[in-house]
């Protein structure tokens, strides 16, 4: 099942997510019933549902607000401590690949590191030209008790609830670097 968020449009030509609202509320019910009927036998739905339902529940300004909320608590359950840093608090200029780079030159970065759904859209020769080595991730679904047939490439969440605090130590095994 795929969940995702109704969000509205400013426009046909793409939104930050800081700008991108929510077109409803009545996601977050559906979402949290669809999670707790599918996860609530697994044997570590306890330890996650409740925080989980807390932070869906909130009132959320934006889609940015909540995608930060969440991804600083998933960190959390699997040991991640890689810093954030919020791009709103730089001075960046450009769209796409441009914008990567004056984020990646305003942090200080000598490497940037995509993951394959970006080789469509991404001009590797931008990095290069600001002398940025750009590297591809790499990513194999880990296997993992599932209590059922194994299904590849499920939400962070499905391995949250079936393996706990040994969720983070399998991911961190799965990804490889190739420039």
């Not at 300004?61 to 909540?66: F, S």
């Amino acid at each position: 099942m795929y969940l995702s968020v109704p969000v509205r449009k400013k426009n046909r030509f793409g939104q930050s997510i800081n700008d991108t609202v929510f077109a409803n509320k009545t996601w977050k019910k559906k979402h949290l019933k669809s999670i707790y009927f599918s996860y609530k036998g697994r044997p570590y739905f306890n330890e996650y549902y409740s925080r989980l339902e807390i932070l869906l529940e909130q009132d959320w300004v934006n889609l940015a607000q909540l995608n930060i909320a969440l991804t600083t608590e998933l960190m959390k359950w699997l040991s991640i401590s890689t810093k954030i840093v919020d791009s709103r608090e730089l001075t960046i200029e450009g769209q796409k690949t441009k914008m990567l780079v004056s984020i990646c030159k305003a942090l200080g970065a000598t490497d940037y590191l995509s993951n394959p759904g970006a080789v469509s859209y991404l001009e590797e020769h931008l990095f290069l030209k600001a002398g940025i080595v750009h590297h591809w991730q790499g990513f194999s679904s880990p296997i993992y008790k599932q209590g059922r047939t194994f299904l590849p490439d499920l939400s962070v969440i499905d391995m949250l609830f079936n393996v706990g605090p040994y969720a983070g130590d399998i991911i961190k095994t799965c990804g490889w670097i190739s420039d």
